[in-house]
């Protein structure tokens, strides 16, 4: 079974997620500010953001993640905006070219505990019953030094997975 990578278990120990400028390693030079997600844009075809498509994204992504969606115009095109939270958007938009994504990209998800990743996962199970095209990878935790990965992954309609973790220290 291919397995998709999971390369970082989570920021350093000690990281200054909080402040505005952060120390860069040993030969970097200065400080730089800190960097925060904004948006991902996703792409497809022209003609797949039908009404239905965006009902259904609107009452998975909604149903289990609690993502509002939205229709928006963005530069004279019809859009689907996911809100995430605040200051955090997925764009879905059409064009002529769109990504494709074969493999295991994906957007990782933190949540604050693993109640959390497991009742998750639990309500995309249930779904997935009803509905065979969400796709589902679970994992056995990846334990590194002090640190527990407790994930899975899911992939419905939109063209990237998303990694659905939490990040566990024992030390």
Not at 34 to 50: D, I, Q, S, W
Not at 126 to 140: G, H, M, S, T, V
Not at 142 to 154: E, N
Request: net charge negative.
């Amino acid at each position: 079974m291919e397995t998709p990578g999971r390369l970082h278990p989570g920021p350093p120990s000690g990281s200054s997620r909080g402040s505005r400028r952060q120390p860069r390693p040993a030969g970097y030079g200065a400080a730089v500010p800190t960097v925060r997600f904004n948006h991902l844009e996703l792409t497809f075809a022209r003609g797949t953001l039908t009404p239905e498509f965006r009902r259904e994204v609107a009452d998975f992504y909604g149903g289990v993640f609690g993502w509002d969606a939205r229709d928006v115009t963005v530069v004279g095109q019809d859009c689907l905006y996911l809100h995430v939270d605040d200051g955090q958007f997925i764009l879905c938009a059409e064009v002529d070219d769109p990504i494709r994504s074969p493999s295991y990209d994906h957007l990782g998800l933190l949540m604050e505990s693993r109640a959390e990743v497991d009742a998750t996962l639990a309500a995309i199970r249930d779904r997935r019953e009803a509905d065979d095209r969400i796709r589902l990878k679970e994992y056995e935790d990846l334990v590194t030094g002090g640190v527990t990965v407790h994930a899975f992954y899911v992939k419905f309609l939109l063209p990237l997975w998303f990694d659905v973790q939490v990040i566990e220290r024992t030390a």
